[in-house]
C-alpha cells in the first residue's frame, strides 16, 4: 500500500473546532486511527508525507512507519523536499516519475 500524507492518528482532531463536525470521542478517534489497527504482517507500506507539510504530517508519518515496522509490516518512509499537503500527490500525474513508479511496483508485487 501507499499512505500520501495520511492522518494516521484521529485524536489530534478531538479538541479543534472542526469536531464539530466529525464528532469523534477517544473511542471513536482510536478506532478510526490506522496508527492503532492491527498491522497486517507480511505487507508492504510506503508512507510519503511533503517535506514542507506540518510537523505533526511529518512526526505521524514517522510513527506510523515506526509502529507498523516493528510489527512485521515492510514500511518505506519518504518525506517528498518541498511538497506539501496539496500537491505531493502531484507526481502521480506523470507517468514516469518515480512516485508512479513505485506504485505500480507495489501494485506487481499483490500480483505474485
Known amino acids: 500500500g501507499s499512505a ?8 489530534g482532531l ?12 477517544e473511542a471513536s478517534a ?12 507480511g505487507c508492504v507500506l510506503d508512507i510519503v508525507v511533503g517535506g514542507d507539510e506540518l510537523p505533526e504530517f511529518i512526526r505521524l508519518s514517522h510513527v506510523m512507519a ?9 514500511t518505506r518512509y519518504e518525506a517528498v523536499p518541498g511538497a506539501h499537503h496539496f500537491n505531493v500527490v502531484a507526481p502521480l500525474a506523470d ?6 513508479m513505485r506504485a505500480v511496483e507495489l ?6
Do not use: Q
Request: hydrophobic letters at 40%; proline letters at 8%; aromatic letters at 10%.
Open 107 to 112: 501494485c506487481e508485487l499483490t500480483r505474485r
Open 4 to 11: 500520501i500524507s495520511g492522518v494516521f492518528d484521529l485524536s
Open 95 to 100: 507517468p514516469l516519475s518515480a512516485m508512479t
Open 14 to 25: 478531538i479538541n479543534t473546532d472542526m469536531n464539530a463536525d466529525f464528532k469523534l470521542d
Open 66 to 74: 515506526d509502529t507498523w515496522g516493528a510489527a512485521g509490516v515492510e
Open 30 to 41: 482510536r478506532a478510526g486511527s490506522p496508527l492503532f489497527w492491527p498491522a497486517p504482517k
